[in-house]
Structures are given as C-alpha cells and as structure tokens.
C-alpha cells in the first residue's frame, strides 16, 4: 500500500509529502487538539469556531505567509480560505494565474509583468519566482527525470484520532461534525498529532496546503519557502491534493477520461521536481507521494434502502454511503431492536449487500468501535453498493457519481500508492504493502524528530531507509512460565486422569521445536502459567483463567488425518466428570481436538481439562469445522503449518487486552467467558517444510467473534462447508492486531532480522484476489 536541506551539503533534511485522492476528512489543521473526554458527566466548554475578523488590510508582499494574523487582522496564510479570514485582495495578490505556471519558449527571458503567477525573466532566480521549468528550457539545462537519481500524517486509527468519518455526531459535545459546515474549524474534534504538529512541538517549522489554493500556487509557493533564510524556512512540508479523487467520484476509477486528471497530477509532480532540480535540491530532499485509500466503482443503481426494512425510518439517523452508520434519533432508544430487525430481515436474498453489526461485532482489524462518535449500528457494505435512508420522490434522471471509496479497507480497490524518493530511501526498492498508519513513524526518523504514541509500530518500514536512525528490538517478556506444583493443580489432574482412567501410557512429550518452531509466545503481562508439553501439543496453561492462554501444534502435509470414527473422550474430561465450575459440559470444548490425534496417548491429552475452553455451542460448529476440515487443507497446500490458537478477552470492546480486573466484571457463571478466538497459521514462504524451512514466513491469522448465535452469516443454517471459511477470511487480521488483544509477542526464534518479524507481524492477508 501506498508514499532538507537547502544545498547538498546540509545534514538537516526537508521532508516533503504530497497527499493524492482526498482524504476522507481533510486531514488535519495545523493546530493542536487534545482527545475529548469519553465521560458525558463534565463536557468541555464550548469554543468560539472563529473570532471576527476585519478584511481590511492587504495582502501585497504577505502571500502565504508563515505566521497567522491574530484577529481582527485579515491573513494571508495558506489555511485564510479554510477560516475564511482573508484580507479582501487576497486573490488579486497570491491566486494569479496570468501567464500559466511555466515557462514556454515564446516567455523565455520576458520582461517581467507583476501579473503574472510565475516568472521567466533574468532576474526570476535572483527573486526566487521562476517557473519551475525555467532552467530546462530557458537555460537547457536537463530536467530531473534525464539525472542520475540514486534515488501519513497522525499514524491513528480513526477510533483513535477521533475523525470518524466526513459527518459525525458527538453525544458529549451534542453537536455534529461536517465538511460543509463551519464547525469543522472547532479543534475540539481533533484528538490526533499530525507530524507538522510532531515537527513544530519539537522546533521543526512545518508548511501545509489544502484547497482552496490552486494545486500549481501550492507547489510554486513551497518552492518559494525552500527560498526563505534558516530560520524562517519550514523543514517538513505537505501538500494535498484534491484529484484525482474528485474525477474518481465522477467519473468512476475505470474512467478513460480519468486519465486527464491523472497526466494533470503527474504534470504537478514535474513541476515540483524540476523545481527541486532547478534549486540544486533533488537529490538531498526527501519526497513522500502517497494516497489515503482507493476507488470503487459505485453507482446510483446500486443502492439499498432502509425504508425497504419494517423499520420506522424517522426514527432513525443514517449516516449514508459506502458504509452505513445508524443510531436512532432518541438518545434514549434501544439500537438492539433496530439491529434485530435488520437481522431478521437478512435472507439469502435481502443480506447480499450489506450485513448489520453492533460496533463491537465489526471485524477487529477495521479498529472502529472504541470511540463514542462511533454509531452503534453499522452495515457493513459489500463493493460497489451504497445505502441510503429512503427513495427518493423524484427519481433522478442521472446519477452524479460512478465512483467512491470507505468500503471494507481489505478490498483490493481501496488500496493505494506510495513512492519515496531522496537521500534517505534505498534506490527502486519494492517493499510489501503495509498499513497508512505505518508512514508517521518513518516521516518522524527522516525529520530525526521523537513520534508522539500512534497506532503504528516504529521499525516495520525500516527496510525502505538506507539508514534507519531507530533500530527495534525484541521486548523483554514480562512473565516466564512457572514450574509446575506437585501438589494439586495441573500436575495432579494429569496424574489423576491417567490413574482413574486405568490408562497405562509412556507419554513421549513433544520438543519445542515440533511444535514451538518459531519461539515461545512470550507474555508481555503479570501471568500466573505454565508449559503443558503432551505429545502432539504444547500449552501456555493459565492459573489465573483457568484454561490455556495458547495452544501451539504443527500439522505436516503428510501426517494430518481426520478419523470421523474417533470417539469423543469426554468421559475421560476432569472438567465433566467432577462439574468443578457450574457452565455445563455442552459449552466446553478443547483446543487440540480428537480429530487430529494421530495416538492414543494424544487422545487422552486432548481430553484433558487443561486442554478446554468454554465456548458456545453455536461457535463450536465454526471450531470444529476449522480443525477438522480446514486445518488440513492448509496443511497439505503449504507443505505444513504451525498453528497457534487460545482465547481473547476484549469484554469492554477497546480494541486492547482486558486485564483480570475488567475479566472479571464481566463473568459468566464465575467463569470468564472469551469475547474471541484467535488463530495464527505459520508456513515456510518457499515450500518447505517446517523442519527445514531457513528462509522467510508466511502467515495467515484470524479473530473470531465468539457470539453465541451465528446471525453474522445468513446462511449459517447450511453445512459448514458452505459459509464457515468465507467467516474466517472476513475475520483476517493482522498478528500485531492479536498480539495486542492477547498481550502475546510471536516469532521469537527465527532466521529473520527483527525489522523483517515486524514486517510479518504487520502484514495481512486479504484472501482478495487483484483485479
């Protein structure tokens, strides 16, 4: 996915970002906003959007410049549009546009006209106005792309940095966020720390531009600044483009006419590294182009309505579009029976388009539950398809649209570009794709400035730095395992087990490196545990929850057996036979199954109470069909597989692992009660084996919602076959995404560097196939 200095010579480096597609909210402000309270009891004082101010005044000799006038004086900064706080001559002074923005043959050595937005003059160098092709074609010398060339912004999550879409409602504030409405200028919505405000926290000057200015006025004007004298000159720059996005939603992204407005964009960049070129600087900055997501083709026609549902649609708010937010208009209203209603009505034929969750059902890797701006109601929309509240009365006679983006963000279509280029980054190197939340951090070590706390993982994009200035290195583990008593507890049930069952065995315990081929999940938290090793499996077993907080086993493409004639061995369960906790026997079950024991000693172990969980039944369809039908066919398609599962507690819904305190609110029959599951699927990257594999990883991994229904798939009344892995690919997620919900760190044993186990930990896999 996707992205200074003033002479050579120069050690402190100018950063330039160019943002194409529009954001989905303008991106930031350069201003510093604190995140709102989340308790309703004190809500903040609310702000003046705006003071007034007088338009009197002028603009000549002031045009962007860096230092906002405080009201009632008129300014003439890059963001005066934005507070609509220009002096009247704002436009006649710094938006010209006579003359175009370059040079042609006929302006070579022109008298200069003050008019004019650029200048090809003699004396253009000397003022710092020239166009940026002035040298390549008024003096020959080579444009940038003939050199030798050796070569996103806050890093949140929306839940975290508060801008949850275009158009949002906060309880707190009892207001409603939008881009056509002045409140947008209000900096209590804006809980994030975009890297101008890192860079100027940090004495770094920082320059942006967003529309309204002309996109060739915002280049040439950013030329000008790179000008100024060191201690005016900004050393990190962003530049934002509203197209090709616009174009996109008009057009549609398949559009032949989109190729204009993309030969447009690719014509702005020459203007920007020619005029880099022309100052002697395009081999010491460093230049980001990247996008903030992709386009699908959406349309009118492809449009669901809510008032197609028996619902009372003036009884709710819809936030419409490509994702459908819902809460009802009374805050006081249950969203319970409006979701019912929606599940309810979701057949074979009315689920096709969009699926109905309460936020904290949505797949965890979208990170959007844990913020109260966040509606309570989602549809989750499939490509292509919008919603809307109702018909309209008067059907339109044209669609305005045939484009759009905010779908489900592991569509192919909603990825993106990025590409850097400059001193810092290695010269045509191809990296994997990786998440927009990844690119604060990289932005921050080409600045050397210290990242305020994001949501991405500093180090995972090193290997696009010639010589990254922060190095990661493995965390320490917080708790090792403890050994294990010879008194009560786990030691004694399995002796019990063994002696009660009049079973004589030689238990062959299992090495680490069978089943732990990569390293011990460390715990990364205060844990009372200890390692299980049985024959076919090894377990983190919990003192403190009672059941395992991980389950590690590796299948190989030959040994892996499903025997349908394998008896269930709960008789032999300690957790059945003496009812120590009062949730029945039907919702336990165990991690390692029967149906992938290959002995009778491995049966037994796996009938162990320290090999159970307790799930529901409904979820157990899921499980069961995981282990003994899909579990194989991975194992033979990637010549064997390590498999890590066990429990995840994410009770109170934000996102990071509950710690015993929260677990223990929220207990079920004094048991505490998984909110998920989760799966890692470790294989060797080139076909080998596990016990040969010395090269790099791939992974797959999974967070399964453990609900006690399976409402979240329409047809989950037919056999597993037909509905339970299409569950699993929409539940992918990240292995950082389950390291953080289960307090876990994996792969601590591999022939990989570290920057390249972060880069597995960060990747996912989409299951999408490209278009």
Excluded at 434 to 456: H, Q, R
Aim: hydrophobic share 30%; charged share 25%.
């Amino acid at each position: 996915m996707i992205n200074e200095c003033v002479t050579c010579v120069c050690v402190l480096q100018v950063v330039l970002l160019l943002f194409l597609w529009r954001t989905d909210v303008i991106t930031a402000y350069v201003f510093q906003a604190s995140r709102p309270p989340e308790g309703g009891d004190n809500p903040p004082t609310h702000t003046k959007v705006s003071e007034w101010v007088s338009s009197s005044g002028s603009c000549h000799g002031r045009c962007f410049e860096l230092q906002v006038t405080d009201p009632p004086g008129c300014r003439c900064d890059n963001l005066c549009k934005t507070y609509y706080s220009c002096c009247s001559d704002f436009d006649h002074h710094c938006l010209k546009t006579e003359g175009g923005f370059e040079c042609s043959e006929e302006r070579c050595d022109e008298q200069r006209n003050d008019e004019h937005a650029c200048h090809c003059s003699e004396d253009c160098e000397l003022r710092g106005d020239c166009c940026s092709n002035y040298r390549s074609l008024c003096k020959g010398e080579a444009s940038w792309l003939q050199g030798d060339c050796e070569e996103i912004q806050s890093g949140l999550y929306p839940e975290s940095h508060g801008i949850v879409g275009n158009t949002m409602h906060d309880p707190v504030f009892n207001a409603t966020f939008s881009l056509r409405t002045r409140e947008k200028l209000n900096h209590r919505w804006w809980a994030g720390q975009p890297i101008w405000i890192t860079a100027e926290k940090q004495g770094v000057k920082a320059g942006t531009f967003f529309w309204v200015i002309p996109l060739e006025r915002r280049i040439l004007t950013i030329l000008r600044w790179l000008h100024l004298p060191d201690h005016e000159r900004p050393y990190v720059y962003a530049v934002h483009s509203e197209q090709p996005d616009t174009f996109g939603h008009r057009l549609g992204p398949l559009s032949s006419e989109l190729d204009n407005p993309l030969r447009e964009i690719d014509n702005i960049i020459g203007h920007l590294m020619n005029g880099l070129k022309q100052m002697n600087l395009h081999r010491c900055v460093n230049v980001i182009i990247v996008g903030d997501h992709g386009m699908e083709e959406a349309h009118c026609d492809r449009t669901e309505f809510l008032s197609s549902y028996p619902l009372n649609i003036d009884e709710i708010q819809l936030i419409p579009g490509s994702l459908g937010r819902i809460r009802p208009r009374d805050p006081k209203s249950s969203t319970c029976k409006l979701l019912c209603t929606l599940s309810s009505e979701c057949d074979l034929t009315s689920c096709d388009h969009f699926k109905p969750y309460l936020k904290q059902h949505l797949p965890k890797r979208l990170h959007y539950a844990n913020n109260r701006r966040i509606e309570d109601v989602h549809l989750l929309m499939e490509r292509k398809w919008h919603i809307a509240r109702k018909m309209p009365e008067k059907l339109r006679n044209r669609c305005g649209f045939f484009g759009d983006h905010g779908f489900d963000n592991k569509i192919t279509s909603m990825r993106t570009i990025f590409m850097g280029h400059g001193p810092s980054f290695k010269f045509q190197k191809m990296v994997p794709e990786f998440d927009n939340i990844e690119l604060y951090n990289v932005m921050c070590d080409l600045l050397g400035l210290t990242p305020a706390p994001n949501n991405g993982t500093h180090g995972s994009l090193n290997d696009m730095l010639k010589a990254p200035p922060f190095m990661p290195v493995m965390p320490q583990e917080a708790t090792p395992p403890e050994p294990l008593s010879d008194e009560g507890g786990v030691a004694y049930d399995l002796v019990t087990l063994y002696t009660r069952t009049n079973v004589c065995v030689c238990v062959c315990v299992s090495t680490d490196t069978t089943h732990l081929p990569f390293g011990r999940p460390a715990v990364m938290f205060d844990s009372h545990y200890s390692l299980l090793h049985h024959v076919e499996f090894i377990s983190g077993y919990s003192k403190d929850l009672l059941m395992p907080l991980w389950t590690s086993y590796s299948l190989s493409s030959q040994d892996v057996m499903v025997n349908e004639r394998i008896a269930s061995m709960s008789k032999y369960s300690l957790f059945c036979q003496h009812q120590i906790y009062t949730v029945t026997c039907s919702h336990i079950t165990f991690y390692w199954t029967t149906q992938l024991s290959t002995s009778p000693e491995s049966r037994i172990d796996a009938s162990l109470i320290t090999n159970t969980v307790p799930m529901f039944p409904a979820f157990k369809r899921v499980w069961s069909y995981l282990q003994g039908a899909l579990l194989r066919r991975y194992a033979e398609e990637n010549n064997g597989i390590n498999v890590v599962t066990g429990p995840v507690f994410d009770l109170d819904n934000d996102g990071l692992r509950d710690t015993t305190d929260t677990i223990t609110q929220f207990l079920e029959d004094g048991y505490p009660v998984p909110s998920h599951f989760f799966v890692v699927l470790t294989s060797c990257k080139l076909n080998q084996t596990l016990e040969d594999c010395d090269g790099d990883l791939d992974v797959f991994s999974f967070l399964l919602p453990h609900r006690e229904d399976n409402s979240e798939t329409c047809n989950s009344d037919e056999d597993e076959s037909r509905w339970v892995e299409d569950l699993l690919k929409l539940h992918t997620a990240r292995v950082r995404d389950v390291e953080i919900l289960t307090g876990l760190d994996f792969y601590r044993n591999t022939n990989m560097t570290y920057t390249d186990t972060l880069i597995l930990k960060t990747s996912m896999h989409t299951f999408e196939k490209d278009d």
